[in-house]
């Protein structure tokens, strides 16, 4: 996965000497990259049209596996998006789309005009998902298996809180509940902090969900 606001652009500049056909690359559009542009950033199309050439030149490559909205900007409307995103398909510059961190009824409204106007579905929501943070479960995975759209999760140790990072006396970001969480769990696993992380990671992959 590589996106805009990652590694100051250096990540897609890597990707760009692999494999191309043995690689999916997956890219992200929405914050703004360039600071003091009014129009480097948002959901709007002329953003995502500026975006997606820009990954393309430092990606070194003619099309994007995966294109993914980052984040809700909360002013564009989902027909825009869904309208942009089906050109970019259309015209061979990206192979499958989807949405990261937007609300349930935003991904099921752009999912539903794909569907009423044929345009390009969404494959993928990209969510937070740990075993500290559960809340995708409740409408974001019913979602995605009712309207096909699959699930990528991100920070699956939860900011580093299951690696260990983080212990009770520090509080701060990860807040006592959290850590009390963790503590609660009674796998045994769990007895070792150098077993967490691969269990964690297990815990965010290698669930199944079908209708």
Known sequence: MVGEIYCRKESARYASG???????????????????????GGNGRKNIMRAVEGSLKRLGTDYIDLYILHTWDTITPA????????????SGKVRHIGLSDTPAWY????????????????????????????NIER????????????????????SGLLSGK????????TGEGRL???????????????????????NATGKSYQN
Do not use: H
Request: glycine share 8%.
């Open 79 to 90: 027909e825009e998006v869904m309208r942009t995103m089906d050109d970019l398909v259309r």
């Open 18 to 40: 692999t494999l191309r056909e043995r690689t999916v690359i997956a890219t992200k559009f929405s914050y703004n990259a360039e600071p003091g542009n009014p129009n480097a």
């Open 166 to 173: 983080y212990k009770p006396s520090e509080g701060g970001y």
């Open 107 to 134: 991904a099921a409204r752009a999912q539903t005009l794909a569907e009423w106007r044929g345009y390009e579905p969404l494959s993928t929501l990209q969510l937070e998902y740990s075993l500290v943070e559960r």
């Open 139 to 158: 409408e974001f995975v019913p979602l995605g298996v009712e309207l096909g759209m699959g699930i990528m999760v991100w920070s699956p140790l939860a």
């Open 180 to 202: 009390e969480t963790v503590k609660g769990i009674s796998n045994p696993a769990f007895q070792k902090i150098s077993d967490m992380p691969p269990f964690a990671c297990a």
